[in-house]
């Protein structure tokens, strides 16, 4: 190893330790001989803890990532932009080892050495590697205190867009952590033009979807979305799939607000958002979408909302939403085959 960045690893060495060193070690021979010889193991997801290791205790500290109501994982299954598509790059530092959770040193270095080197592999890799880490409820508290998480939140400006996409996943698992978010929502508004200005379904897009909808769990945050609601239901009606079903999950979190009743009401929305209606539709969109209306139908009703009626102008959420169309489609899906979908329409339709 010669040259300026071997000189780089020597004096990263000097400050990081051996740990830290070995890290490099493996890292730089793996680019020489393949990942193949290193061991290195896939990118553990939160939600791949959850459903069922044996891990237990690691390194004294509990291996249980924090779970519950509506957090996304950004390595769950899920969450994934093609379960089909390959991602090799998918490595983090550790090698499946007793230290697969850091501890609040080896952290440090961590974080350390993702500020200090330029190399696009090293720093995709400890992205991961502290996005795993991020995922357990205790270093989610560490790594903020540590100044963690403007050191993770300045990738998501990099020209690389998998070091991006990784920035936007290790952010989505510190977000779980509410104090977190505090630091987190000043990166809402950047998060939210790279949504909407970066390419239509790509991972870099989903991952900015997954991490706004964690940040929209609370109310706290969300009328930080106020000037992006038209721009998520464009999204919603030219994405594929998996890209409408994250905007739909955000969009039932800002449903549930009244605060933001009248916000989304007032969104520009293209007359094909009624097609979302038609009984062909894939359950997993139909359903959120028929609760998309109930949650909006309810929020107009609680007391004092929206008491002076705002003028809504054609082509707004409001007119899709009260047009007959929109009407006769919940209606006829009193008959679709899905059970599911059969009972929520029994419920929406008195609202209608």
Known sequence: MGGPRGAGWVAAGLLLGAGACYCIYRLTRGRRRGDRELGIRSSKSAGALEEGTSEGQLCGRSARPQTGGTWESQWSKTSQPDEKTETPKNKDLTDG????????????????????????????????????????????????????????????????????????????????NVENQIKIKIYISQVCEDVF?????????????????????????????????????????????????????????????????????????????????????????????LTLFQNIKNCLKIEGHLAVQPTFTEGSLFFLLHGEECAQKIRALVDHHDAEVKEKVVTIIPKI
């Open 97 to 176: 080892s007793y230290d697969d959770v850091l501890n609040a040193e080896q952290l440090q270095k961590l974080l350390y050495l993702l500020e200090s080197t330029e190399d696009p592999v090293i720093i995709e890799r400890a992205l991961i590697t502290l996005g795993n880490n991020a995922a357990f409820s205790v270093n989610q508290a560490i790594i903020r205190e540590l100044g963690g998480i403007p050191i993770v939140a300045n990738k998501i400006n990099h020209s690389n867009q998998s070091i991006k996409e990784k920035a936007l996943n290790a952010l989505n698992n510190l977000s779980v």
């Open 197 to 289: 200005s970066g390419p239509l379904n790509s991972a870099v897009q989903l991952a900015g979807l997954t991490l706004l909808t964690n940040m929209t769990v609370t109310n706290d945050h969300q009328h930080m979305l106020h000037s992006y609601i038209t721009d998520l239901f464009q999204v919603l009606l030219t994405g594929n799939g998996n890209t409408k079903v994250q905007v739909l999950k955000l969009l039932l979190n800002l449903s549930e607000n009244p605060a933001m009743t009248e916000g989304l009401l007032r969104a520009q929305v293209d007359s094909s958002f009624l097609s979302l209606y038609d009984s062909h539709v894939a359950k997993e969109i139909l359903l959120r979408v």
